[in-house]
């Protein structure tokens, strides 16, 4: 879901100097050892994004989306992987952003949080913040907000919300709210100039918006906590709950390049890896180290709707569609 930074600190683990150059890593490395080779690297990570003039956090996003493609039973990715998928990912970003580069350069004035209003964002321009900024990379359809500087105009950040679509969480909150009147955040993202504590102030209002326009009762957000995300920004000042944990997370891709679940699911009418393989060749290809599970937050907008938060969160495997 989330463009907001919630770097979680992990320590680096290098090899020792014996080590034989030749030597592949243990397959028992798992995705906090990907996250800290990636912080180990993250200054000529940022430099290389400063370069290339791109958002530096999409590009680590991005890196921590391929490279558990890399990951084998016998190999475990190096700072030379590293390299290689950083050009890759650049050169992916730099081609999606560079017509709007202007967007990501700092304001001549500083823009405070009393500067901006919230307002709805067509859809046109908000498929161009999730294609080309969001580190997902992929439209979703549904509801676009934004803040906008009232002076000069400019989009300090922007949150989707799409329909309802967690069957395997409707039973669940079924008895107490009707899944009509239930949204899921489904994109977020802020400029890395936008004012502290925009993504709170952001969800102030749109939780407003969604009560007053839509009589949304409850609404839910995914934390991919395998990209370092930790969901403090949601669990601190905007009040989001834990819900459930969703287990068995796999990232698939397709020529290379991450794809989300839906992705295969409007495309090619399934996300099961097995039919994919049949339909798609060596072309499609599915993650297989251990990912840690999504976490499933939620957010009551109305009293009732606080009978559906467990008292302990949930375990989901994730479905196949």
């Given amino acids: 879901m989330d463009a907001v930074v919630e770097w979680q600190s992990q320590a680096s683990s290098k090899p020792t100097s014996e080590e034989p150059a030749e030597t592949k890593r ?3 490395r798992n995705i906090d050892d990907l996250i800290a080779l990636v912080r180990a690297n993250e200054d000529s990570i940022f430099s290389h994004a400063h370069e290339r003039e791109i958002d530096p956090l999409t590009l680590r996003s991005q890196l921590l989306l391929h490279l558990p493609r890399l990951v084998t039973a016998d190999y475990f990715p190096d700072e030379h992987d590293i390299r290689r998928e950083v050009i890759a990912a650049s050169d992916f970003l730099e081609e999606r952003q560079r017509p709007h580069a202007e967007w990501l350069k700092q304001p001549e004035r500083s823009i405070a949080l009393s500067d901006l209003e919230f307002v709805p964002l067509e859809t046109k321009t908000a498929k161009i913040y999730h294609e080309c900024f969001h580190y997902v990379g992929s439209y979703r359809a549904g509801q676009h907000f934004a803040f906008r500087d009232r ?4 989009v300090v950040c922007i949150g989707s919300v799409a329909n309802f679509d967690l069957k395997h969480a409707e039973e669940k909150i079924a008895p107490h709210v009707d899944p009509k009147s239930v949204l899921v955040l489904s994109r977020f993202f802020a400029f890395r100039w936008a004012p502290q504590n ?3 102030h952001f969800h102030g209002k749109l939780r407003l918006q969604l009560i007053q326009d839509f009589d949304t009762k409850l609404m839910f957000s995914f934390i991919n906590p395998n990209l370092g995300f930790n969901g403090r920004s949601h669990q601190g000042a905007a009040h989001w709950v834990p819900f459930a944990r969703e287990a068995a997370t796999r990232y698939m891709y397709l020529d290379r390049r991450y794809r989300p679940m839906r992705f295969f ?3 090619y009418g399934t996300s099961d890896a097995t039919e994919l393989k049949k339909k798609l060749g060596p072309s499609f290809e599915v993650s297989t180290m ?3 599970p ?6 009551p907008l109305q009293r009732r709707a606080r009978k559906a938060i467990p008292a302990k969160p949930y375990l989901f495997e994730r479905p196949v569609l």
């Fill in 26 to 28: 243990p397959s028992c």
């Fill in 151 to 154: 002076d000069s105009g400019r």
């Fill in 198 to 200: 925009t993504f709170s």
């Fill in 265 to 267: 699911v409007n495309n």
């Fill in 290 to 292: 251990d990912l840690d």
């Fill in 294 to 299: 999504m976490l499933l937050l939620a957010i």
